[in-house]
């Protein structure tokens, strides 16, 4: 039984349903979109051993360069993230979009996790609704965000290290990230705190940012009264 088919037969098992089927590599040429889900270190031979496979379809890359040495810090390729190299590797007949770096593995490969983080979506902006959508219907709170081109990848990319500290630091395992619409100076007024990422109604003459909350796991619970994410502590 090759690799992908004994994954498949496991993965179904857990969910009690035969959704996935495993197969080799060479099958991309089959698939309307292809999410590439490796280490680092097979990132480039990886992309160049689907390369052919991979021509007029939409390509998710969840990979990051994390610094094999310290998984706390990255080391940016020469193409400045992992993404863009994939869009290089695979040229332009592909539209790589960047996305799901920040959301823990632990929660990813629980399929009965309820996964209350964001996802920044990055990349072909005709191809970025298509990544959005696939990403909202993992639902248990899970919201995606449009981070824009492709070169926001430089950004998102690096936030995966600082939660990988995080997590050691607090000795946690799936902090995320959780961004809130607010007005600049009126943010309890106004929506920071509530769990909607969508613009809050502000008053003339205010600002709006996006501001980013990091959830630790454990840390913190959801309040119903208030709406809004209180330390665990103070959970009733």
């Given at each position: 039984m090759a690799p992908g088919e004994k994954v498949a037969v496991e993965l179904n098992q857990e969910l009690g349903?035969?959704?996935?089927?495993?197969?080799?590599?060479?099958?991309?040429?089959?698939?309307?979109?292809i999410v590439l889900t490796v280490p680092y270190s097979a990132h480039v031979s990886t992309l160049e051993s689907v390369k052919e496979q991979?021509?007029?379809k939409i390509f998710i890359d969840v990979s990051v360069p994390l610094d094999p040495d310290n998984a706390r810090r990255v080391i940016?390729?020469?193409?400045?993230?992992a993404s863009e190299e994939a869009q290089q590797v695979l040229g332009p007949d592909v539209s790589v979009g960047c996305a799901l770096q920040?959301?823990?593995?632990?929660?990813?490969?629980?399929?009965?996790?309820?996964?209350a983080c964001d996802v920044l979506?990055?990349?072909?902006?005709?191809?970025?609704?298509?990544?959005?959508?696939l990403i909202n219907k993992i639902g248990g709170g899970i919201q995606a965000i449009s981070a824009g081109p492709l070169e926001a990848a430089r950004q998102i990319e690096p936030i995966t290290a600082l939660l990988i500290r995080l997590n050691i630091l607090n000795k946690v395992h799936s902090a995320g990230i959780r961004y809130y619409w607010a007005a600049i100076g009126r943010a309890t007024e106004l929506g920071f705190g509530t769990t909607s990422s969508q613009p809050t109604v502000l008053h003339p003459g205010y600002a709006a940012?996006?501001?980013?909350?990091?959830?630790?796991?454990g840390a913190f619970c959801y309040d119903q009264n208030s709406q809004t994410y209180i330390s665990r502590r103070e959970c009733s």
């Amino acid at each position: 039984m090759a690799p992908g088919e004994k994954v498949a037969v496991e993965l179904n098992q857990e969910l009690g349903k035969e959704l996935i089927r495993g197969t080799d590599n060479a099958s991309a040429a089959a698939a309307e979109l292809i999410v590439l889900t490796v280490p680092y270190s097979a990132h480039v031979s990886t992309l160049e051993s689907v390369k052919e496979q991979c021509k007029g379809k939409i390509f998710i890359d969840v990979s990051v360069p994390l610094d094999p040495d310290n998984a706390r810090r990255v080391i940016m390729p020469a193409a400045d993230s992992a993404s863009e190299e994939a869009q290089q590797v695979l040229g332009p007949d592909v539209s790589v979009g960047c996305a799901l770096q920040n959301i823990s593995a632990h929660l990813l490969r629980d399929v009965n996790a309820e996964i209350a983080c964001d996802v920044l979506v990055c990349g072909d902006k005709d191809a970025r609704p298509t990544v959005m959508q696939l990403i909202n219907k993992i639902g248990g709170g899970i919201q995606a965000i449009s981070a824009g081109p492709l070169e926001a990848a430089r950004q998102i990319e690096p936030i995966t290290a600082l939660l990988i500290r995080l997590n050691i630091l607090n000795k946690v395992h799936s902090a995320g990230i959780r961004y809130y619409w607010a007005a600049i100076g009126r943010a309890t007024e106004l929506g920071f705190g509530t769990t909607s990422s969508q613009p809050t109604v502000l008053h003339p003459g205010y600002a709006a940012t996006l501001l980013c909350c990091v959830c630790l796991d454990g840390a913190f619970c959801y309040d119903q009264n208030s709406q809004t994410y209180i330390s665990r502590r103070e959970c009733s």
